[in-house]
């Protein structure tokens, strides 16, 4: 076994210029040593030792490169927390891992940047495609026994499917997303079903219904299932000014919360990346009658609300992960740089 050891630059990230200027402030209970265990997450580490967890590639002295790919901390590292000669805090790894044995795990237990159980199925779901880009894939044409809906461990009857792929993930046409500012249509969210097994070649195949998370039927759309990509990623800020707006809380619900999955008019095309940390911030308008029994209407200053972190992103749009709440996050809700 090859055991790579990444140092660490002493230099301010380039990519936090930003940020320079802002003395970097620890947790008040910030601990000077933390050891890392199963389930411990690199937000929630973050946490532990800054006030504002999105700069801790300030505190590794990260730059731009290691942020991309960063170095590992697996449980049973040790977190030392230190200052460098100007007195500014610093981490430390400590390794506390076992040396190589005979045996090789094929699992990489490195921690995750954010709970991996609550974004996994929007890896690969949902899905922002363009208007009408479903219809060219396979379909569901009959269902077993004649149902209307079916669920898991039924079976389907699925028109033009690849014989090659084994397993699928099922999504029905959603809605358009628009952006709230221009009222564009940005993409379409494929509403995810759930996920399908080809037991039985052919045009029509037979498909038995694995995992079904809503209701099944004639007409929804099967794409091959795709293996979640392994990014290996760090919470950080951008570092330019990013000013746009909450499009859809992921459900069909109208207000997010902690834990929340939402979509945002901003993706790759303006530069946004996994891994970067926006604040949520509320906009508000007000509507009353002025003195002289006018409708007016004033604009309230926006007050943060919570902080996303982006999972997933594509040209015009991203997803996030509401990590932090202090109220309610609405649709045209801002997202901008912390």
Not at 112 to 136: C, G, K, M, T, Y
Not at 149 to 163: E, K, M
Not at 164 to 170: K, R, V
Not at 302 to 325: E, H, M
Request: glycine letters at 8%; charged letters at 20%; hydrophobic letters at 45%.
């Amino acid at each position: 076994m090859i055991r790579i050891i990444f140092a660490f630059v002493l230099a301010i990230a380039s990519a936090l210029c930003a940020a320079a200027g802002q003395e970097l402030q620890l947790a008040d209970d910030a601990p000077a040593r933390y050891t890392v265990v199963p389930g411990d997450t690199l937000w929630g580490i973050s946490g532990t030792f800054l006030k504002e967890p999105w700069r801790w590639p300030e505190i590794w002295r990260m730059n731009r490169e290691q942020i991309r790919n960063p170095h590992r901390i697996y449980p049973g590292d040790v977190l030392i927390l230190d200052r460098d000669l100007q007195g500014n805090p610093v981490l430390r790894l400590q390794s506390g891992r076992l040396s190589p044995q005979i045996h090789a795990e094929l699992i990489d237990q490195s921690i995750p940047a954010i709970p991996p159980n609550v974004i996994r199925p929007f890896l690969s779901a949902p899905l922002i495609v363009e208007a009408h880009a479903l219809d060219r894939s396979a379909r569901i044409i009959a269902t077993q026994l004649d149902r209307v809906f079916i669920g898991n461990g039924d079976l389907a009857y699925v028109a033009d499917a690849d014989p090659a792929p084994q397993d699928w993930h099922i999504y029905r046409n959603g809605k358009p997303l628009r952006d709230p500012q221009s009222d564009e249509i940005l993409g379409y969210e494929a509403f995810y079903l759930g996920t399908a097994r080809q037991v039985e070649r052919g045009n029509p195949a037979t498909f038995e219904m694995t995992t079904v998370t809503q209701e099944v039927g004639l007409g929804d759309r099967l794409l091959p299932a795709m293996p979640p990509p392994l990014i290996a990623y760090v919470p950080h800020r951008p570092d330019f000014a990013v000013d746009g707006r909450v499009i859809s809380v992921y459900g069909g619900v109208d207000a997010a919360g902690r834990g929340s999955i939402i979509s945002i008019n901003r993706g790759a095309a303006d530069g946004l990346e996994i891994g970067h940390v926006l604040a949520l911030e509320r906009n508000r308008v007000l509507h009353q009658r002025d003195e002289l029994d006018a409708k007016a209407v004033i604009d309230i200053p926006a007050s943060r609300v919570g902080l996303l972190f982006v999972f997933r992103v594509f040209d015009r749009i991203s997803y996030g992960l509401v990590v932090q709440s202090e109220g309610t996050v609405e649709v045209n809700d801002f997202v901008r740089t912390p």
